[in-house]
Nanobody
Framework: QVQLVESGGGSVQAGGSLRLSCAVS????????MGWFRQAPGKEREGVAT???????NYANSVKGRFTTSRDKDKATLYLQMDSLISGDSALYYC?????????????????WGQGTQVTVSS
């Protein structure tokens, strides 16, 4: 069973940057489609960014050009670099993985979730 542990959340002013990390255990990070989702208070969880086993990335329109996801196989870690943050990015961010072949852009495709890390952007 894959295990995911996020870190790197915190509070930042608008325009600032944060980098989230997701430590992956009991799996090889590059073998899975993995991604980041977020959920703000009173809103549904939404997909932010994914990277599949071929290294192809996909981003929500709201974060394109500002967020970058990457992975380090040797460190068994998935990253989300978030730049030019805005208040609308404030949410609980989850690392996620799909254990089967295929896209992981939809919440229903996810088989493993991390516990979440809070990001708060003040304007």
């Amino acid at each position: 069973q894959v295990q995911l542990v996020e870190s790197g959340g915190g509070s930042v002013q608008a325009g600032g940057s944060l980098r989230l990390s997701c430590a992956v255990s009991r799996a090889t990070v590059s073998n899975y489609c993995m991604g980041w989702f977020r959920q703000a208070p009173g809103k549904e969880r939404e997909g932010v960014a994914t990277i599949n086993s071929d290294g192809i990335t996909n981003y929500a329109n709201s974060v394109k050009g500002r967020f970058t996801t990457s992975r380090d196989k040797d460190k068994a870690t998935l990253y989300l670099q978030m730049d030019s943050l805005i208040s609308g990015d404030s949410a609980l961010y989850y690392c996620a993985a799909r254990s089967e072949v295929g896209s992981c852009r939809k919440e229903r495709s996810i088989s493993t979730w991390g516990q979440g890390t809070q990001v708060t952007v003040s304007s």
